[in-house]
């Protein structure tokens, strides 16, 4: 699922739609994890004549503690978007208050990708677009760095296998 058609512009056609890997998801679900745990040993602790209020209050206290370990992240990531089109590279990203970027096709100047241990782990990486005029755009924790890196290196300067 791309960009919505009344965002691009005449003759503009999506070529690439990225996300950034799962791995950001990782530290967010063991903290998720951990909230579930210390809600069933207070649950645990507290005496059997407190209940069922008591279950009902750690309970809610362990979902309102999972909403910004754990839904505020996974939201972040489901609304964070790499979209590469013959004419634009589009980053958007944002929950409630949206931020994007644009940076013309014509201005990448060179396509550089980093990985570091851990994204050697899961397969990602992170890639570096540089322009003509402005500080470079990274997209970070792209899959398969390395294949779309070089897949958009032969879209943008006209290499065809």
């Known amino acids: 699922m791309g ?4 965002l691009l512009g005449d003759g503009e056609q999506e070529l690439l739609h990225l996300r950034s890997h799962g791995k950001v998801m990782i530290k967010p679900t063991i903290w998720l994890i951990v909230v579930a745990a210390l809600g069933g040993v207070v ?60 940076v013309p096709v014509a201005r990448i100047t060179n396509v550089a990708y980093e990985r570091s241990l851990t994204d050697r782990m899961f397969g990602c990486g992170s890639l570096v677009f540089t322009t003509s005029a402005e500080a470079p755009v990274v997209l970070h924790d792209v899959p398969k760095v390395e294949e779309v890196g070089v897949a958009i290196s032969n879209l943008l300067f006209g290499v065809r296998a």
Do not use: C, E, Q
């Open 3 to 6: 960009l919505p058609a009344k």
């Open 43 to 102: 649950f645990a602790m507290l005496p059997v004549s407190w209940r069922p209020a008591s279950a009902w209050v750690v309970t809610i206290a362990a979902l309102l503690a999972a909403i910004p370990v754990y839904l505020a992240p996974l939201l972040r990531w489901r609304t964070s978007t790499y979209t590469l089109t013959n004419h634009r590279l589009i980053t958007r990203s944002g929950i409630i208050n949206k931020a994007g970027h644009d």
